[in-house]
C-alpha cells in the first residue's frame, strides 16, 4: 500500500510540474492581450491624418504604419492561439494522470476494498484522499480552460481580412480625403 501511495505522490509532482506550467503561460497570455489591446487602440489613433503633422507629406506613411500594426496584431493573435493550445495541452495531461490513477488502484496486482482506500500509512494521506486529489485538480483547471477555450474560439474566429483587401479600402479612404 504504501508503494502505491508513493506512486501518487509521483503523479502529484508531476502535476505541480504541469501547475508551474500552466502559470507562466497565464502571464504570457495576459501580456499577449495586453500587447493585443494596445495595438488596437493605437489603431485609432494612426487612422485619423490630423495625427500625423509634417509627416503628412511624406507619401504612404500612414499606410505603411498601419500596415505594419496589422502585421503586428496578426502575430500576437496567433501567439496567443498558440498558447491556448498549450493550456489544453496540460488539461489533457491532467486528464490522464487522473485517470491512471484511477487505473492504478482498479487494475493493480491488489484492488483495494474501502477499508483499504481510506486507510493511512503514517502521515501519508489515504488512497482515497490521492484518488480525491487527482480529480479535483482535474476538475479546477478543466474548468479554467473552458474559460480559456472561449477565448480560444475567439481568436480562431477573428477576422482574417485579405491584405489586399485592406490595402484597397486605405486606398479608398485616402483618395476621398484627397477629394
Known amino acids: 500500500m504504501e508503494t502505491v501511495v508513493k506512486k501518487y505522490q509521483q503523479k502529484f509532482r508531476k502535476i ?37 503633422g509634417r509627416l503628412t507629406c511624406v507619401n504612404g506613411i500612414r499606410e505603411a504604419i498601419l500596415g505594419k500594426q496589422m502585421e503586428s496584431l496578426q502575430t500576437i493573435l496567433i501567439s496567443m492561439t498558440k498558447t491556448c493550445e498549450e493550456f489544453h495541452g496540460i488539461v489533457v495531461s491532467l486528464e490522464k494522470i487522473l485517470r491512471d490513477g484511477r487505473q492504478q488502484v482498479k487494475g493493480g496486482s491488489m484492488s483495494p476494498g474501502t477499508n483499504q482506500m481510506q486507510l493511512r500509512i503514517g502521515i501519508r494521506p489515504s488512497l482515497a484522499d490521492c484518488l480525491e486529489g487527482l ?24 477576422p482574417n481580412i485579405p491584405k489586399e483587401e485592406v490595402k484597397s479600402i486605405f486606398d479608398i479612404i485616402l483618395a476621398e480625403e484627397i477629394c
Do not use: C, T
Open 16 to 52: 505541480r510540474d504541469e501547475i508551474n506550467r500552466w502559470d507562466e503561460l497565464q502571464s504570457r497570455l495576459l501580456s499577449q492581450f495586453r500587447n493585443a489591446s494596445a495595438i488596437i487602440e493605437r489603431l485609432q489613433v494612426l487612422q485619423e491624418p490630423k495625427n500625423y
Open 135 to 158: 480529480r479535483l485538480i482535474h476538475e479546477m483547471y478543466h474548468s479554467d480552460a473552458s474559460d480559456v477555450g472561449a477565448l480560444h474560439q475567439l481568436l480562431v474566429d477573428q
